[in-house]
């Protein structure tokens, strides 16, 4: 060990003094020392720019023996690094003695951190239907595919929900036309897909007999009780059946056969495999950081990277996805009533003793336990989940820490073609509103100047961006777009973890299973300013394009705005919404402009909506006692002329350019 840094510190030198004489560097502290690796270089080589490494672990062992000397950065030069396993950051690889250490790309090159494998060798199997196959890992399964750099869908038909009907233990086919689905071969790994009023529910197969499909459980029980089930959405929805190969029927389409180690995709008139860029994503996460409550991590920066091609399994086993909303469902077994498909499709009380174990979908890149991390200027890809994952419940983090982020910086990073939300910050479980350890809480996480669009392709009930409980969230200057649902989301609970509780949920049953708390949660100070959020809602109706659910003393939502989103809600106050202050916002083209889901039990209160501009759509907002929210000086543009003020708004909104690195004279 004290061979290889003595030798590092010879080899670094001449990078240390570059880094040091370089335009705009610091002038105090030592200079620093860049580590070099390249997917050409060798682990046997110092790290220098001449003789780079080859391997990221290489590279982070050697960061961990520099970093007491002086601030480390670690370059990849351009090209792709396929990881066989997670790259894993715990408290050993923090800055030390005021140093840090920093994660990018060399100068003007783009390195691509993926967790897929390339797939070649494609041969022509089906002429007539232009159906191509290629060899894969026997055992591998996905579902994802990325297809010349963009999520290709699986193989799906799409089918009526008067063709089947509901039962207790799966569907009864109704329509004979669909009596050939019995035939099928690995009936097991079919599933059905039941898109909602604002849920995206998942549900495996177990066999097919005659005209009974028999489902896989717990998954199935928990999508058919709660709100919005897939026996009973509240709006109708698309109704799918998913991966077999007989529903190959749509050019882009694929399916795999993990036990034949069998990829079939279904091409496009003229498309010719051979010259396309096919990746099977293998990995369920790329990059994991979290250290201990008390010894979190800390002092790391990842700059200029692409984080691409990982896949999520757990949809496609007998857990299913139970979704519940923006990305939580259920996973446990839990007791029902005899008569679930009728006395708990709005609700019941053994339905309330599920929600303080609903889970998250986890990250690909996972970050808990953690302080003063930034993610500045980086690709987040064709992600087969949630792509960043920031201070979530323990169990959507591979290390089982979950929570305890504080100072997280998300800059100028770019989302696009992933599965999941762009970003999910905070927790949904009791530890998360009300912490037990006070190292537990996120605070101070700033998401500001990135691109989040084309996010939600597979589980498109999450928002582009998700906070949840959080102290002092800071969303700014991003532009949300092109979603099944919502654009920017903050908030849990649905008023029921907030002080004094909820009328609605002692009706419900829910404080059966959980106390009454006296004290607030952990969200408040919340800051959604000067976002750009369009092209929202093109699949479900429920939600809002900027969205708040349960109380956020603090809280400011204004200067942004708002348009295409399908005529629905712009502002959406959702269940408990409390102390908010909505203002200087334009919404453009919606149904309802402004939305409080307020009853007499629910505490949707105290919130005031001030010098807002819209152009159409209703004011839903509850005003007077008991609820209070106050609607002032709020302009309806009739005539297409918005005032200057307004447009002011529109043009501010959205990704700032970035500013000039020189120093001014």
Not at 652 to 661: D, L, V
Request: with cysteine.
């Amino acid at each position: 060990m004290r061979h290889t840094a003595r030798t590092v510190l010879t080899a670094l030198a001449v990078s240390a003094a570059a880094v040091a004489a370089a335009p705009g560097a610091q002038a105090a502290g030592p200079p620093g020392f860049t580590i070099v690796v390249a997917p050409n270089g060798n682990d046997h080589n110092p790290g220098s720019a001449a003789r780079p490494l080859a391997s990221l672990q290489k590279a982070q062992k050697l960061a961990r023996d520099l970093v007491g000397r002086a601030n480390v950065t670690v370059e990849l030069a351009g090209g792709t690094y396929r990881l066989t396993a997670p790259l894993t950051f715990t408290a050993e690889d923090s800055g030390r003695n005021g140093h840090t250490i920093t994660w990018q790309a060399r100068p003007g090159q783009t390195p691509v951190l993926s967790g897929g494998q390339a797939v070649t060798g494609w041969t022509l199997h089906d002429r007539a239907a232009n159906i191509y196959v290629a060899d894969t890992p026997k055992g591998v399964d996905t579902r994802q595919l990325v297809v010349d750099g963009a999520l290709a869908p699986r193989a799906a038909v799409t089918i009526a929900r008067g063709d089947v009907s509901v039962t207790t233990t799966g569907l009864s086919i109704v329509n004979p036309a669909l009596d050939y689905l019995a035939t099928l071969p690995d009936q097991n790994r079919i599933e059905v897909e039941s898109q909602n009023s604002f849920t995206d529910r998942y549900a495996p197969v177990q066999n097919i007999s005659g005209t009974t499909i028999t489902m896989q459980q717990p998954a199935w029980n928990n999508n058919n009780w709660g709100y919005d089930t897939l026996a009973r959405p509240f709006a109708g929805g698309t109704l799918l059946l998913e991966n077999s190969y007989s529903f190959l029927k749509t050019a882009g389409q694929w399916y795999l056969d993990p036990q034949a180690g069998k990829l079939y995709y279904k091409a496009a008139p003229g498309q010719t495999l051979a010259h396309s860029r096919v990746e099977l994503p293998r990995l369920s996460s790329l990059v994991r950081l979290s250290g201990t409550r008390a010894q979190p991590i800390h002092d790391l920066t990842f700059r200029g990277l692409s984080f691409e091609h990982t896949t999520w399994l757990q949809p496609g086993t007998a857990v299913g996805y139970a979704d519940q909303q923006s990305g939580t469902f259920i996973t446990g077994t839990y007791p029902q009533p005899e008569d679930v498909l009728t006395s708990c499709q709005l609700g019941c009380p053994q339905f309330e003793a599920t929600r303080n174990g609903w889970n998250q979908v986890p990250a690909a890149v996972q970050v808990s336990a953690a302080r003063n991390i930034s993610f500045v200027g980086n690709t987040f890809a064709h992600l087969g989940q949630v792509a960043l994952g920031i201070g979530n419940d323990a169990n959507a983090h591979a290390s089982g820490i979950g929570l305890g982020a504080s100072g997280i910086t998300v800059q100028r990073n770019t989302f696009i073609d992933d599965s999941g939300s762009g970003i999910v910050v905070g927790g949904v479980q009791p530890d998360a509103h009300h912490p037990s350890n006070p190292a537990m809480t996120n605070k101070d996480i700033t998401i500001t100047d990135n691109l989040v669009t084309n996010v939600a392709r597979d589980y498109k009930d999450m928002a582009g961006i998700l906070s949840t409980y959080v102290t002092h969230a800071v969303i700014e200057h991003n532009e949300v777009s092109d979603l099944a649902y919502d654009g920017i989301d903050v908030g849990w609970g649905w008023g029921s973890n907030d002080p004094g509780g909820s009328q609605d949920y002692r009706n419900r049953g829910l404080y059966n299973y959980q106390p009454v708390y006296t004290t607030p949660t952990a969200l408040k100070d919340t800051v959604v300013r000067y976002n750009l959020v369009h092209g929202t809602k093109k699949v479900f109706h429920d939600g809002g394009s900027i969205y708040n659910l349960s109380a956020n003393p603090g809280a400011v939502i204004d200067n942004n705005y708002i348009y295409d989103n399908h005529s629905t809600v712009g502002l959406y106050l959702d269940e408990g919404s409390r102390y908010v202050s909505l203002s200087n916002n334009v919404i453009q083209d919606a149904g309802v402009w402004a939305f409080t889901n307020a009853s007499s039990t629910n505490n949707t209160n105290d919130n005031t909506f001030t010098g807002n501009w819209y152009n159409t759509g209703a004011t839903q907002v509850a005003t007077g006692a008991p609820h209070n929210n106050v609607l002032n000086g709020n302009l309806h543009i009739t005539d297409g002329n918005w005032p200057p003020a307004a447009q002011a708004v529109m043009n501010q909104a959205g990704i700032r350019p970035e500013p000039h690195s020189g120093a001014s004279s």
